[in-house]
């Protein structure tokens, strides 16, 4: 069964810095495409970055770029955020998703989100 | 960017209805489009991809329809578990974008 578990958000100060974490099981992380996709308090589902199955290609939204990267840790089968300058526009719940693939990016598993809350 | 716009942005329905949802794209995007229901304080739920092929296990309750820039998401037969709001997204190129969402309520 696929499994998709986020940690690491909570609250942290403008211009502070948070890693998220997202463990899959069910499936190995090497084999697909996934996502960070966000949703802020009453709003809709952002896309935030999304990384390849190989890992070699990243993307980003405009909003997050040069300050956010995605990256993953095979052997743990982890995916990760690391979020950096962080901004009280980017306080939200951070979902990660498995894509089906990097070509066709729609989300078939997420998991059930982390907030983050950027405020001093 | 390809933006995604839905309509309406709210819909109120009874019990058993029939409603359609209508999801517009800026640019043509053949048939990559997905949609989703999400309910209060829960994940979104995949529901249809490829404008208008039912994922495993979804209820034939639900329908897609569409290509190019236009699509709507039927569903019938309406159940008390299927008042949520529905998001449509498009796949079509990065960056992936999706509709503002349509809340349907509960007449």
């Known amino acids: 069964e696929v499994q998709l578990l986020e940690s690491g958000g909570g609250l942290v100060q403008p211009g502070g810095s948070l890693r998220l974490s997202c463990t899959a099981s069910?499936?190995?992380?090497?084999?697909?495409?996934m996502s960070w996709v966000r949703q802020a308090p009453g709003k809709g589902l952002e896309w935030v970055s999304a990384?390849?199955?190989?890992?070699?290609?990243?993307y980003y939204a405009d909003s997050v770029k040069g300050r956010f990267t995605i990256s993953r840790d095979i052997s743990r089968n982890t995916l990760h955020l690391q979020m950096d300058s962080l901004r009280a526009e980017d306080t939200a719940v951070y979902f990660c998703?498995?894509?089906?693939?990097?070509?066709?990016?729609?989300?078939?598993?997420w998991g059930q989100g982390t907030l983050v809350t950027v405020s001093s | 960017d390809i933006q995604m716009t839905q309509s309406p942005s709210s819909l109120s329905a009874s019990v058993g209805d029939r409603v359609t949802i209508t999801c517009r794209a800026s640019?043509?995007?053949?048939?990559?489009l997905a949609w989703f229901q999400q309910k209060p304080g829960k994940a979104p739920k995949f529901l249809i991809y490829?404008?208008?092929s039912l994922q495993s296990g979804v209820p034939s309750k639900f329908s897609g329809s569409g290509s190019g820039t236009d699509f709507t998401l039927t569903i019938s037969s309406l159940q008390p578990e299927d008042f949520a709001t529905y998001y449509c997204?498009?796949?079509?190129?990065?960056?992936?974008?999706f509709g503002q969402g349509t809340r349907l309520e509960i007449k």
């Open positions: 998703a498995k894509a089906v693939s990097w070509a066709r990016p729609y989300f078939d598993y």
């Open positions: 069910g499936f190995a992380l090497r084999s697909y495409s």
């Open positions: 990384m390849s199955e190989s890992g070699e290609s990243k």
């Open positions: 640019q043509g995007i053949i048939n990559y």
């Open positions: 490829g404008a208008s």
């Open positions: 997204e498009q796949y079509f190129s990065y960056p992936v974008t």
